[in-house]
C-alpha cells in the first residue's frame, strides 16, 4: 500500500508528524515537490527535528529517502540540514538519493526572491526567501541548471555563465549587487564532488522499487491551499503540493499511490500573505498562536491563526481525492467554551459553499459558522472512545461534513500523542 501524505490547508498541518509515524510501516520515503521552504518538525523521544528538505522518514534508521526530480534542490541549504543531522547521530549516507533531473536552487534565485518581494511592499507574498518561485522560473523557462549538469564542468559552467549574464542585468536595473559567475561555478563545483554519492536516476529506482512491491510513502510539503494552480494564488507556492505533484515530481505512474490522507489542523494557520476568512485578529486567535506554538518551523514568523474552515478542507479533499483525514493539534483547542467551524462563504449577501478564483472575491468572503461547545482535556485519551464527548462530537461532524472519516487524530507533538482509529 502505497500512501501520500499532503497539507490539507495552507501548509504547517503538522505532515512531518504524520510521516513520521507512517514510515515505520514504509520501505521508502519520497519528496516531490517544493524545496527547503518546507519545515517538518519531527518529535522523537525529548529530541525535536526541522526537517526541510530531507524527507522526514529519514529519523528511521533503516529506510531509503529519496528526494525527486520535481524538488528544487539549493545544495547549501542539503549539506547544512545534513551536517545538523549528523550532529545528532542521523546518518544519512547510503539512505539518500537525489534525483539527477531535480532543479539546482542558485545563490542568484534567492537574492532575486528577496528582491522581488521588496519590489511588491505590501503585497508581498509573504516567502520564505528560499528561491523557490526563482528557481521554478528558471525551470519553466528552460534556463534551469539541474543535478545532472553538477557532473559536467563544461556545461555547468556555460550554463552559470548564461544565466549569470542574464541576472546582472536584473542587477543592475534593481541596484542590486552583481553575481559573480567564477565564483558560482567554484562553489558549485565543490558540491557536485559532495553530491555524487547521492546522485541517482530516481525514476528508474523508483519504478523499480515499485515494481518490486516496496512499500512508499509520498511526503507532501507545503498545503493545497498553497498550490501554483489550485490555491489562493498569486498568494501561494511555486509548487503543485496536491496529487498531481506526486506523478510529475517522481516519474512513477498514478497506478502507485493507492491512499491519500490529507493532515488537517483542528483549526486553520497560514504564514504569508492572501485572503484567509476564518482569520481570527483577536486575543483566540492570539491565545491559539501561543497555545499551540505557531511560529514557521523555517522562518520563525508568527503564524496567522483562525477557526477550521472546512470549505477549504472539501476543496482540498475534491482536487487531491482524499481518502482520510489525519488530524492534528485538538489539544490546542482544549479548554474553550465555544468554538467555531467555518462551513460556508457570505459572498455580497448570500451563501457560497466554493472558493472563488478570483482572489478579490475570496477576500470578501466572510464565514458562515457552526458552533460547537468545548471540551476539557484531550490530552490523555488512548482512543476515539476516551475523547471527551464534544470533542468526540466535533471530529464527527468534519467526517459528516467532509464524507471523508477522520483516522487518525493527533493530540500532541509525540509520537505516543496520537490516537489511530
Ligand atoms: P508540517 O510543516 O506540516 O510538518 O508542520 P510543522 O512542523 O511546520 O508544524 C506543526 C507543529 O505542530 C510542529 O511543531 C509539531 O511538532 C506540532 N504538532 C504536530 N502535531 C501536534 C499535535 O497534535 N498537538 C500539538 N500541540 N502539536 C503538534
Ligand atoms: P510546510 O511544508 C507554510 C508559504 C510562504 C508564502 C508562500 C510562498 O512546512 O508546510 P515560497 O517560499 O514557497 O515561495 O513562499 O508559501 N509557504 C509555506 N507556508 N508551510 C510551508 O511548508 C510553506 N512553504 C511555503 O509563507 O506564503
Ligand atoms: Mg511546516
Known amino acids: 500500500m502505497n500512501k501520500l ?26 519528496r516531490y515537490q517544493g524545496g527547503s521552504n518546507a519545515g517538518h518538525t519531527v518529535c522523537v523521544g525529548d529530541k525535536t527535528f526541522i526537517l526541510h528538505l530531507i ?34 547521530g542521523v546518518d544519512i549516507q547510503d539512505r539518500l538519493l537525489i534525483s539527477e533531473k531535480a532543479h539546482l536552487v542558485m545563490p542568484y534565485h534567492k537574492e532575486l526572491d528577496a528582491m522581488q518581494e521588496g519590489k511588491l511592499g505590501d503585497n508581498k507574498i509573504g516567502t520564505t526567501k528560499r528561491g523557490i518561485g526563482p528557481c521554478y522560473v528558471d525551470k519553466y523557462a528552460r534556463n534551469g541548471i539541474r543535478i545532472c549538469d553538477l557532473t559536467d564542468e563544461k556545461t555547468l559552467k556555460e550554463k552559470i555563465t548564461k544565466n549569470v549574464e542574464e541576472v546582472n ?11 559573480d559567475a567564477e565564483a558560482i561555478f567554484d562553489e558549485y563545483k565543490e558540491y557536485a564532488e559532495l553530491l555524487k554519492p547521492y546522485i541517482r536516476n530516481t525514476v528508474y529506482y523508483l519504478n523499480g522499487v515499485f515494481k518490486n ?35 510529475a515530481g ?68 475534491m ?63 488512548e482512543s476515539f472512545e476516551d475523547l471527551p464527548e464534544n470533542a468526540k462530537k466535533y471530529v464527527e461532524f468534519i467526517e459528516k461534513f467532509l464524507s471523508i472519516p477522520v483516522s487518525l487524530i493527533s493530540t500532541g507533538a509525540k509520537r505516543s500523542e496520537t490516537i489511530i482509529r
Open 213 to 247: 512491491r516496496k512499500k512508499i510513502l509520498f511526503e507532501g510539503a507545503q498545503g493545497s491551499l498553497l498550490d501554483i494552480d489550485f490555491g489562493t494564488y498569486p498568494f501561494v507556492t511555486s509548487s503543485n503540493p496536491t496529487v498531481g505533484g506526486v506523478f
Open 5 to 30: 501524505v499532503i497539507g490539507a490547508q495552507w501548509g504547517d498541518e503538522g505532515k512531518g508528524k504524520i510521516v513520521d509515524i507512517l514510515a515505520k510501516e514504509s520501505d521508502i520515503i519520497v
Open 169 to 179: 542585468k536584473l542587477c543592475d536595473i534593481y541596484s542590486m549587487n552583481r553575481f
Open 250 to 317: 517522481t516519474g512513477l505512474p498514478h497506478k502507485a499511490l493507492d491512499s491519500v490522507i490529507g493532515v488537517m489542523k483542528a483549526y486553520t494557520t497560514r504564514v504569508g500573505n492572501g485572503p484567509f476568512p476564518s482569520e481570527l485578529l483577536d486575543d483566540m486567535g492570539e491565545s491559539i498562536r501561543k497555545k499551540g506554538s505557531e511560529f514557521g518551523a523555517t522562518t520563525g514568523r508568527p503564524r496567522r491563526c483562525g477557526w477550521l474552515d472546512l470549505v477549504v478542507v472539501k476543496y482540498a479533499a
Open 319 to 381: 482536487i487531491s481525492g482524499i481518502d482520510s483525514i489525519a488530524m492534528t493539534k485538538i489539544d490546542v483547542l482544549d479548554g474553550l467554551d465555544r468554538i467555531n467551524v467555518c462551513v460556508g462563504y457570505e459572498y455580497e449577501g448570500r451563501k457560497i459553499g466554493f472558493i472563488p478564483s478570483q482572489l478579490d472575491e475570496f477576500a470578501k468572503c466572510k464565514p458562515v459558522y457552526k458552533t460547537f461547545e468545548g471540551w476539557e482535556n484531550t490530552k490523555h485519551s
Open 55 to 88: 524527507p522526514s522518514g529519514i529519523l528511521h534508521k533503516d529506510k531509503i529517502c529519496v528526494i525527486g526530480n520535481g524538488v528544487v534542490i539549493d545544495p547549501k541549504s542539503f549539506f547544512k540540514e545534513k551536517a545538523t543531522l549528523e550532529k545528532v
